[in-house]
């Protein structure tokens, strides 16, 4: 049973655009959401959380935005650059971040030039 | 800060050997490491969560005596491979707790290949 979904295994976007990347789960225990940005035979690297308490977090060209009654949540990147090209995870908690992550099986985003 | 570091990077082993990988937090203390386990094409699973100081906490289907944790220090945990086959073949990540913001910060993961 997949907690955590990430419905489209990959998307392109040219550069300058907005890149959208989707995420769904089903466990209404959930509190606590990460996205994670991963290379090939890299370990995956943290870029933005949101707490279920609230509905949007944003950091520079990186906005994450949570709709708890959808159970969804989507990361925003604006603009892109080709230097975001890669596989993004999007994660799932309870408790916040300090118990487990059930992660989704990513998305593979390429920034055309 | 929360740099996370593993060894190897990779390895190759023959069947029926054992192979231990270490995840090292560098410049904090972890009380919690986590080890997963991806598959081409998959998402990370969690194979088991490390505590410093005591037993470690395996998820359901995760053979404990095959994948001994051993947690020994506040920056040192180890996971250990015993009696390897191909099927153990994947790459595995570790990821601290901790830093300044309880976030877990993941290790650059190590690629087992056995044959």
């Known amino acids: 049973d997949q907690q955590v979904k990430q419905n489209s295994p990959s998307l392109s976007v040219q550069e300058g655009r907005i890149s959208i990347l989707n995420c769904d789960y089903t466990?209404?225990?959930?509190?606590?959401f990460l996205w994670y940005k991963k290379y090939p035979a890299e370990g995956p690297t943290f870029l933005i959380s949101?707490?279920?308490?609230?509905d949007k977090n944003e950091d520079g060209r990186f906005t994450v935005f949570l709709n708890k009654s959808a159970k969804h949540l989507s990361l925003h990147i604006v603009p892109s650059q080709p230097g975001d090209s890669a596989v993004y995870f999007c994660?799932?908690?309870?408790?916040?971040?300090?118990?487990?992550?059930?992660f989704g099986k990513g998305t593979k985003l390429t920034v055309n030039p | 800060g929360a740099v996370v570091s593993q060894h190897p990077s990779w390895v190759i082993c023959k069947s029926g050997t054992s192979v231990k990988i270490e995840c090292r937090s560098l410049?904090?203390?972890?009380?919690?490491m986590f080890w997963y386990r991806q598959f081409p094409k998959q998402s990370l699973m969690l194979m088991a969560t490390?505590?410093?100081?005591?037993?470690?906490?395996?998820e359901q289907g995760v053979e404990k005596d095959k994948f001994l944790i051993n947690h020994a220090s506040l920056t040192l945990s180890t996971l250990t491979v015993t009696s390897a086959h191909p099927e153990d073949s994947s790459f595995y990540i570790c990821?601290?707790?901790?830093?300044?913001?309880?976030?877990?910060?993941f290790g650059p993961g190590t690629r087992l290949t056995v044959t």
């Open positions: 990821s601290a707790l901790g830093g300044t913001g309880n976030e877990q910060y």
């Open positions: 466990n209404s225990m959930f509190d606590y």
């Open positions: 949101i707490s279920s308490i609230k």
């Open positions: 994660a799932a908690s309870v408790q916040g971040g300090s118990e487990k992550l059930v």
């Open positions: 410049d904090f203390q972890a009380t919690t």
């Open positions: 490390s505590n410093e100081g005591s037993k470690a906490t395996y």
